[in-house]
């Protein structure tokens, strides 16, 4: 079970978890969300979230901003609901996320809402061919579930694109510093992801999915 802290109290999900503040800046960072974004939880503190995870839909256009739509609904105690985004990891790559926000409310300042962001893998909704989210009158997101089939970790991100450029696991488990079964457990991972059956279609559909 991993953890993240907001003030006095400390939430524990084994889901990716990170907290922001009133104001939208990284309250607190759980394990599991540093591997899966790459960011070191005591850097990401303090900072704004929308600059460092700039979330887009997927036609690129940002709705991770300064005046965060989810804050504004929180304050107007609105429902937050389940939606689909792409973060920005530290490596550089963008990842299909889905985003369960619960909008906390300290007793003492009520007009200071903390919101707990749940990453986990986009599912497809039915037959719908897009996803299309509205918070506070804002067009949040529109994410073609063809483009959210994983969420892969820099490190496992760094491992595909070796795979890809034709890098034995051994040769792999040398450049990045571990072992060759380390190497192994992250591309039993990323088949499972990709739902691929080998590393040559996993590749190949990394490719058709823009992620290489």
């Known amino acids: 079970m991993d953890e993240a802290t907001i ?9 990716p978890a990170f907290v922001t503040n009133h104001l939208n800046r990284v ?22 979230c929308w600059r460092i995870l700039g979330g887009t839909d997927a036609g690129g256009n940002r709705f991770c901003r300064p005046n ?3 804050i504004r609904a929180a ?3 609105q429902m937050l ?16 996320v889905s985003v369960s926000a619960i909008a906390l409310y300290p007793a003492a300042s009520p007009r200071e809402p ?3 962001h749940l990453l986990g893998p986009w599912r497809r909704s039915g037959d719908s061919l897009d996803t299309t ?20 970790t820099c490190r496992e991100f760094e491992i595909l694109r070796l795979m890809n450029e034709g890098v034995r696991s051994d040769q792999i488990a040398r450049r990045l510093f571990v072992s060759v079964l380390t190497v192994r457990t992250h591309i039993e991972r990323i088949l499972s992801k990709l739902h691929a059956h080998s590393k040559l279609e996993a590749t190949a559909l990394a490719r058709r999915l823009s992620l290489l």
Do not use: W, Y
């Open 81 to 96: 609901p389940r939606f689909p985004a792409r973060l920005r990891t530290a490596c550089g790559k963008n990842i299909s």
């Open 133 to 152: 989210v509205v918070i506070d009158g804002d067009l949040v997101a529109t994410l073609p579930p063809a483009t959210e089939r994983c969420m892969l």
């Open 68 to 70: 965060c739509p989810l």
């Open 27 to 48: 309250v607190s960072v759980n394990r599991a969300a540093a591997d899966l974004l790459g960011f070191d939880g005591a850097e990401a503190t303090g900072l704004p």
């Open 75 to 77: 304050l107007r105690r």
């Open 7 to 15: 003030g006095e109290f400390t939430v524990a999900t084994a889901e």
């Open 114 to 116: 903390a919101i707990v």
